[in-house]
């Protein structure tokens, strides 16, 4: 084995997994203990050590406060998690455990391991992406590629199956999150159609809806509310666990707690037997609610159900009896069994790896392709806005790919213009992630709307994003490139205005009385039945809010000539 081995990881909410590239071909990393299969999990002990995966998971329902579990739901966001007794972001608990799988891929490969491919969940946003390359670098990785899990998944089966032309659908439903994604097989290229999911929605949410189940029943029972007792529900989320995975192989299982509360001193056990029929109909909700992202990839991607011919399950949630059967209800197709729905992920991050490190032969190697999870676009003037979203290229579209469209001058006499690139779903780019900006100057001085500039994007699968802006009558160019895996957090962007910071604007005395006629309104019940006016009326004042933030006094001025005429309606 040469030096410098890329390894791939599949980080996952609930397990982690490695992989690396032997012989060609992907090989699981194990851990200390021998396992494949690390559970994500890290705590601190009783002498005050750290300790991960089955020891820390272990170790959960004798110490909560001084463990973390499925950290991954809560990375990107400002939440502290307390570990015996200190805060961590996200990111950092992540980098903790990332340094352990870096100890034992290294031990395992008997070389010091600093290079990684890592996967994330297709739908995971800009942030989360970087969140988790920042978590990479912390525990002494070079994070070479960020792949999305389910392009993983496909890639560890389409390596085996490359002669195939096939449309696959990959299903992944893990720990935390769920991704549907849509990819297409031909000639050796793996493209990307479309993807989407719920990074709400996975085998946690089973658990939970055990729970509130058990808690209830309990309830009507002893009369005592477990909610409140963080012992008992961490004993309760444990057996909940057990109990769904039982019900994967069984009809029934019963779950019994001795000593879960107490009643007049005395100890009172909690029992329960609970059926797959009644686990089922528990969870059918979310079971449903895996069909709206199908249903926007295929619609997405433009492939009838009819059309898909291998549907990959992913993921342990997966093992689930209902799954297969609601996909085959759904898509009137068999899923199949043809990936280890626990490996797959980190194989395909390892053959990720093998392409890079050039350990994975050029014939052998799946040109791949990707799509790009999020709608990019630039903020324009429109009739009703001065913060229209223009799209550039839509959310679902292949990457690497170049869009450009072409923008006409504004204002008479313009002599430059602002590029702001924004990602996002809204029409309103305030709602929506701000990337970067940069100013395209020399504008030839002429009428509003005589002058035109065209903007191309340009996106490519290292999550580079070029843009540049030309002068077409002159030539003139400016560009900014954004570094999609780079954009790092806290750099105050991310910040959301808080409108209501208006008041200690200069100028709030003289907007007062029209921002308060305008909120009473806008409380008035008529208006549920005027959804257009009413969000009209709120779109003006948020942006007069935002005007006075601003110190605009001209645009605040004709904002409330605009909502006083509102008010006369
Ligand atoms: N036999 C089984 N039956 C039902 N659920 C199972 C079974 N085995 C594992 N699970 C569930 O699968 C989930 C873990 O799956 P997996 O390891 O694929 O998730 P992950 O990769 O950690 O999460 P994610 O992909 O969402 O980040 C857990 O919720 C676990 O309870
Ligand atoms: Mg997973």
Redesign the pocket.
């Known amino acids: 084995m040469g030096k410098n081995t890329i390894i791939g990881i599949?980080?996952?909410?609930?397990?982690?997994e490695a992989a690396v590239i032997r012989n060609g071909k992907p090989e699981m990393i194990l851990n200390f203990s021998g396992q494949v299969?690390t559970p994500?999990a890290v705590g601190i002990d009783a002498d005050r050590q750290i300790v991960f995966g089955e020891k820390a998971k272990a170790q959960y329902l004798l110490a909560p406060k001084d463990t973390v579990i499925e950290v991954?739901r809560k990375i990107g966001t400002k939440e502290m998690i307390y570990m015996g007794g200190k805060a961590y972001t996200p990111t950092e608990i992540s980098a903790m455990l990332l340094s352990h799988v870096r100890e034992f891929v290294s031990e395992y490969l008997k070389e010091e391991i600093t290079r990684a491919v890592i996967s994330v969940?297709a739908y995971f946003d800009d942030l989360q992406r970087q969140e988790t390359v920042e978590a990479g670098k912390q525990a002494g990785f070079m994070v070479e590629r960020i792949i999305n899990?389910p392009t993983a998944a496909a890639l560890s089966y389409g390596i085996g199956h490359m002669e195939e032309e096939s449309h696959i659908l990959v299903y992944?439903?893990?720990?935390?999150?769920?991704?549907v994604t849509l990819l297409e097989m031909f000639g050796g290229v793996l493209e990307v159609k479309a993807s989407s999911g719920d990074n709400k929605l996975?085998?946690?949410d089973?658990?939970e809806c055990l729970i509130r189940w058990m808690v209830r029943q309990f309830r009507s029972k002893e009369g005592i509310d477990l909610e409140k007792d963080m012992a008992a529900m961490v004993k309760l989320k444990e057996q909940a666990?057990l109990c769904?995975?039982e019900?994967?192989?069984q009809d029934s299982y019963r779950v019994m707690i001795p000593f879960i509360a107490k009643k007049d001193g005395e100890p009172v056990a909690l029992d329960e037997t609970v059926t797959v029929s009644l686990f089922e109909e528990l969870t059918r909700e979310l079971v449903e609610r895996t069909h709206a992202p199908i249903d926007v990839v295929l619609a997405d991607s433009g492939v009838l159900p009819a059309e898909i011919d291998r549907i990959l399950l992913?993921?342990?949630?997966t093992?689930?009896p209902m799954i297969s059967r609601d996909l085959e209800n759904y898509l009137k197709k068999e899923p199949s069994r043809a990936v280890n729905?626990?490996y797959a992920?980190a194989e395909g991050a390892s053959i990720q790896a093998g392409i890079i490190e050039g350990s994975i032969s050029g014939e052998d190697s799946l040109v791949m392709t990707d799509v790009n999870p999020y709608t990019l676009g630039i903020r324009t003037l429109s009739d009703f806005s001065m913060n229209y979203m223009s799209v550039i290229i839509p959310r679902n579209v292949t990457i690497p790919t170049v869009r450009k469209d072409s923008f006409c001058t504004s204002a008479d006499y313009q002599p430059e213009a602002k590029i702001e690139v924004y990602q996002g779903e809204s029409d309103d780019v305030r709602k929506n992630h701000f990337l970067g900006e940069f100013i395209i100057s020399e504008i030839p001085l002429k009428p509003a709307g005589e002058e035109k500039v065209e903007v191309e994007f340009a996106y490519d699968l290292n999550g580079m994003l070029e843009v540049r802006a030309q002068i077409v009558s002159t030539g003139e160019e400016a560009s900014v490139a954004i570094n999609m895996m780079e954009h790092l957090p806290g750099s105050g962007d991310e910040e959301k205005v808080d409108v209501e910071k208006w008041k200690e604007a200069p100028h709030a005395k003289q907007f007062r009385t029209v921002i308060r006629r305008a909120e009473r309104r806008l409380k008035n019940e008529e208006l549920q039945d005027m959804p257009l006016y009413k969000e009209d009326l709120e779109d003006a004042l948020y942006e007069l809010k935002c005007a006075l933030i601003e110190e605009d006094l001209e645009r605040a001025e004709d904002l409330e000539e605009e909502i006083l005429d509102m008010l006369e309606y």
């Open positions: 599949d980080l996952g909410t609930s397990t982690t299969i994500s991954k969940p899990e992944d439903l893990g720990g935390g999150t769920f991704d996975g085998g946690k089973f658990d666990e769904k995975r019900l994967s192989a992913v993921g342990g949630s093992r689930m729905p626990d992920v």
